[in-house]
């Protein structure tokens, strides 16, 4: 029963993927539904980030703190991407500060 699961998610995944990214498959969708799906990406994004960020403990309190070393480590990842628009950069040296902040200074 849980494999006919698994390969009937794999299938409607596959299927749903496919009809928009397969050229030769005539659907077009109009300017508002392209605008709508433009915000998709960056709502999976703060969605998967923001509790990482400000509930780093099992606790499932909120922690914003200068203690918190996921938020300082965002805070700086930001930063270097928004002042140098280095992706890769900004993401090398914010785990290094990550890795500094949670091994030196709140350990």
């Known amino acids: ?39 998709s990406s960056p709502a999976i994004l703060t969605a998967i980030w923001a509790p990482i960020i400000f509930i780093p403990e099992s606790e499932g309190k909120l922690f914003i703190s200068y203690q918190n070393p996921y938020l300082l480590a965002a805070i700086i990842a930001g930063l270097l991407v928004w002042k140098t628009g280095n992706v890769l950069l900004s993401i090398i040296l914010s785990m290094g500060a990550f890795l500094f902040f949670n091994l030196y200074l709140f350990s």
């Open 1 to 39: 029963m849980i494999m006919i699961s698994i390969l009937a998610m794999t299938a409607i995944v596959f299927f749903s993927r496919y009809i928009f990214l397969e050229p030769r498959v005539p659907l077009k969708l109009n300017n508002h539904a392209l605008r709508v799906l433009s915000y």
